[in-house]
C-alpha cells in the first residue's frame, strides 16, 4: 500500500472535514485539469472545464443529473478522449491517455454502475484489481513446478495484500460469497475493494453510495475517509447526497449542463447563489 505520509490517531478520522486538521494535510496538486471540453455529436457534454486537486485531499464533484460528472471521471481515467483540454497528473501532461496507462501511473476509479464479477466470490473480485500489479505472466502461472517458484510467491504475494483490503473493509465474513448474492451496499464496498487492490494513489469514485440506506452510506463515508487518512490516497468523488459531501469533503467543484459554476470549499459552494438556484431548479 501507499505509505502514509502523516500517520494520524484514530479519533481524527472522523468526519471533521473542512476542518483545520484534514485541511493542513493537503499537500501539492496532484492532478490538473485545464480547459476539458467534451463533445458528444450536438451534445456539450463538458465545456472548458478547469479545475485541481490536491495530494491527499478529498475533492467532490457535484451537480444535478446530466452535468457531466462521470464524463468529467471517464477523461480523467482515459475512457474518453476530451476534444479540447489536457490533463496533468504529478507534473506530466497529457492530452490523451488509455485506460491501461493512467490506471498504471497509479489512479483507480469505481463506477456509477457495478462492473464486478457477479458470479464470482468477493476474494477472486478484489484478486482482479491486483491483475494490473502482476508481473509474472500466465505461462509462468501456469507451470506449477519448483523452476516457476516466483509465480507462486508473488500470487501469495497478491493473496495477503487482497486479504488485508478484506480485513479493513471489514468484509471477512464474505470471502468466499459470490458478489451476486450480498446486498447492493456490500456489493459497492466490494468495488471499493476492487479499486484499491490496485494501491492507487488517486481513487475516482463515482456515486459510491447511491442507492444505499442512510447506514449504509455512513458506513461507506468512513470507509472513504478511512482510505484517505491511512493510505494517503487522494479521492476525487462524485456524489449527490449534499449532506454526505458536506462532511467527508475538503473542497468541492460543481458542474452545471456540463459548466463549472463552482469551486471551492462546502461552505464557500453552499453559499453559492449559481449553485443554489442550479439545485433548486431541479428539485434536488
Ligand atoms: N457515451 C456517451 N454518448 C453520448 N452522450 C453521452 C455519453 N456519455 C455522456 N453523454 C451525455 O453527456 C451528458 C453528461 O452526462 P454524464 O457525464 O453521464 O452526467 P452526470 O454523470 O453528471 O449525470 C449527458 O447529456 C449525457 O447524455
Ligand atoms: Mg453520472
Not at 36 to 42: M, Q, V
Not at 81 to 96: A, N, V, W
Request: with cysteine; proline share 4%.
Amino acid at each position: 500500500m501507499n505509505t502514509v505520509a502523516e500517520p494520524i490517531a484514530p479519533a481524527a478520522a472522523a468526519p471533521a472535514a473542512g476542518g483545520d486538521a484534514r485541511r493542513r494535510r493537503q499537500g501539492d496538486v496532484i492532478l490538473e485539469v485545464k480547459n476539458i471540453s467534451l463533445r458528444f455529436g450536438g451534445v456539450k457534454a463538458l465545456t472548458d472545464i478547469s479545475f485541481d486537486v490536491r495530494e491527499h485531499e478529498v475533492r467532490a464533484i457535484i451537480g444535478p443529473n446530466g452535468a457531466g460528472k462521470s464524463s468529467m471521471l471517464n477523461c480523467i481515467n482515459g475512457v474518453y478522449t476530451p476534444q479540447e483540454g489536457r490533463i496533468t497528473f504529478r507534473g506530466q501532461t497529457f492530452d490523451h491517455m488509455n485506460s491501461r496507462q493512467v490506471a498504471e501511473m497509479g489512479v483507480a476509479r469505481t463506477f456509477q454502475n457495478l462492473a464486478l464479477f457477479k458470479g464470482m466470490s468477493v476474494l477472486d473480485n478484489i484478486m482482479s484489481g491486483r491483475n494490473l500489479k502482476m508481473h509474472t505472466n500466465i505461462f509462468q502461472q501456469a507451470m506449477r513446478n519448483p523452476w516457476f517458484g516466483a509465480a507462486e510467491r508473488e500470487e501469495n504475494a497478491h493473496r495477503e495484500a487482497v486479504e488485508r483490503i478484506i480485513d479493513f473493509l471489514e468484509i471477512q465474513a464474505f470471502r468466499k460469497t459470490p458478489v451476486g448474492r450480498l446486498p447492493y451496499g456490500l456489493q459497492k464496498r466490494v468495488d471499493l475493494g476492487r479499486a484499491l487492490a490496485m494501491e492507487p494513489q488517486v481513487l475516482l469514485l463515482d456515486e459510491p453510495m447511491a442507492g444505499m440506506n442512510v447506514e449504509e452510506k455512513q458506513d461507506m463515508s468512513r470507509f472513504i475517509l478511512d482510505v484517505n487518512d491511512e493510505y494517503g490516497t487522494t479521492i476525487v468523488l462524485i456524489e449527490h447526497d449534499m449532506g454526505v459531501v458536506m462532511d467527508i469533503s475538503d473542497r468541492v467543484v460543481v458542474l452545471d449542463y456540463g459548466k463549472k459554476i463552482g469551486d471551492g470549499t462546502p461552505d464557500a459552494v453552499r453559499a453559492n447563489p449559481e449553485v443554489i438556484s442550479a439545485y433548486l431548479g431541479v428539485g434536488h
